[in-house]
């Protein structure tokens, strides 16, 4: 089969396309001719060097959608011929609280990803698709959607006819926390490096919108919009600094990423207005079914940014490390 491999540290443009075997599904596992995958930014930090326990050669990718060709033995949760879509969230454990930090881990690195024709994955990690959705659609989803569900819901508690400051809309999880937010009944305001990711976001429903490179006292503008209850963040740094000073006295502030790294945050506006700080990352089984539940009806569409063939994986990589999406890159697989 085709598949996308990192062989050695160094950026998007190290990732090649080889002739591997396809693997054989283990007890408990199934095979999935993989339809459509789509890039984390996760992707993109492994080609750089910029992830813990990377071994290479490897094939990356957290996210897919396919059909089952295959089961190892002892399945019986799902049959050959049934479309799936992949939860990259292996072992998560046992308590939907938190995962088990120490055996859990992602599809895509260490174990082969979704970035070939077929991919092995445990039984229990297979759901299954949405039926109003394409494979491309549907490839969109898992890492992003379930990162973001559970930031928003699960950790965040976010509740209809409160406000929510969406950091970055521009990036994959960020888009989903948008859509499930205005899904929700929510007012969203949100920020992005780009006044056409902007525009975009305010296409998909967001009440009020800043460009923070134009516009660098964009938390005290976001302050005269009304009451911040939430603030979704994964850009850290001095972002992070401004949104804590952007929410509500009572307000809450959910975290699951660092991209440009990290923050000095004054105690001082914590604990003077009472703030609840969470962190969150991926989610749990419980998560990941509720998350793909929102897509059912087909009312509820992920924002895809750009399909590309398998074959030009290392332009769709590039296009994440440049910034220039605005939501899902998606590689189609033949
Ligand atoms: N903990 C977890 O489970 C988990 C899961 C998924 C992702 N993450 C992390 O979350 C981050 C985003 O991941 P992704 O896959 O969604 O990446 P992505 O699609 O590449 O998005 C990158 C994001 O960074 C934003 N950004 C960059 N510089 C910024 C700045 N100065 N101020 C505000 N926003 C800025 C972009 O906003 P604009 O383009 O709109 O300007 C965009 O939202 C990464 O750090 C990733 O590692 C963590």
């Known amino acids: 089969m085709r598949a996308v491999r990192l062989h050695e540290i160094g950026g998007p443009q190290n990732l090649r396309i080889d002739e591997v075997p396809v693997?054989?599904?283990?007890?408990?596992?199934v095979l999935v001719r993989v339809r459509a995958a789509a890039f984390n930014h996760r992707d993109v930090f492994i080609t750089q060097g910029k992830y813990p326990g990377i071994a290479l050669p490897r094939i990356l990718g957290s996210d897919g959608a396919g059909d089952i060709t295959a089961l190892g033995d002892s399945v019986t949760s799902v049959a050959l011929g049934d479309d799936v879509v992949i939860d990259p969230m292996l072992d998560w454990g046992d308590d939907p609280h938190v995962w088990d930090a120490k055996n859990s881990s992602l599809l895509g690195m260490p174990r082969d990803g979704t970035f070939a024709q077929y991919v092995a994955v445990p039984a229990k990690n297979v759901y299954?698709?949405?039926?109003?959705?394409?494979?491309?659609?549907?490839?969109?989803?898992?890492?992003?959607?379930?990162?973001?569900?559970r930031a928003t819901f699960?950790?965040?508690?976010?509740?209809a006819g409160e406000t929510v400051l969406i950091t970055g809309v521009g990036g994959g999880v960020q888009t989903f926390v948008l859509l499930f937010a205005k899904h929700a009944g929510a007012r969203a305001i949100v920020t992005s490096g780009s006044d056409?990711?902007?525009?975009?976001?305010?296409e998909l429903g967001a009440d009020a919108a800043y460009n923070y490179k134009t516009t660098p006292d964009w938390h005290k503008q976001v302050r005269s919009e009304g009451p911040v209850d939430l603030v979704i963040d994964s850009t850290g740094g001095d972002t992070l600094v401004?949104?804590?000073?952007?929410?509500?006295?009572g307000g809450r502030v959910a975290i699951y990423g660092a991209t440009t790294g990290d923050a000095t945050i004054r105690p001082?506006?914590?604990f003077w207005k009472h703030l609840t700080i969470v962190g969150t990352s991926m989610?749990?089984?419980?998560?990941f079914e509720a998350m793909l539940a929102l897509f059912d009806d087909g009312k509820l569409r992920p924002a895809i940014d750009k399909?590309?063939?398998?074959?030009?994986?290392?332009?769709?990589?590039?296009r994440m490390d440049e910034a220039a999406q605005f939501g899902k890159i998606v590689l189609k697989i033949d």
């Open 154 to 159: 699960t950790r965040g508690a976010l509740k």
């Open 307 to 318: 399909v590309f063939p398998l074959s030009d994986a290392v332009a769709a990589a590039t």
């Open 268 to 270: 001082f506006d914590v």
């Open 128 to 149: 299954p698709k949405p039926k109003a959705l394409s494979w491309e659609e549907a490839a969109a989803i898992p890492l992003a959607g379930l990162t973001a569900y």
């Open 242 to 249: 401004k949104a804590i000073g952007a929410v509500r006295p």
């Open 283 to 287: 989610g749990s089984p419980q998560d």
């Open 196 to 202: 056409e990711k902007l525009a975009r976001a305010r």
């Open 23 to 29: 693997p054989q599904p283990a007890a408990g596992e």
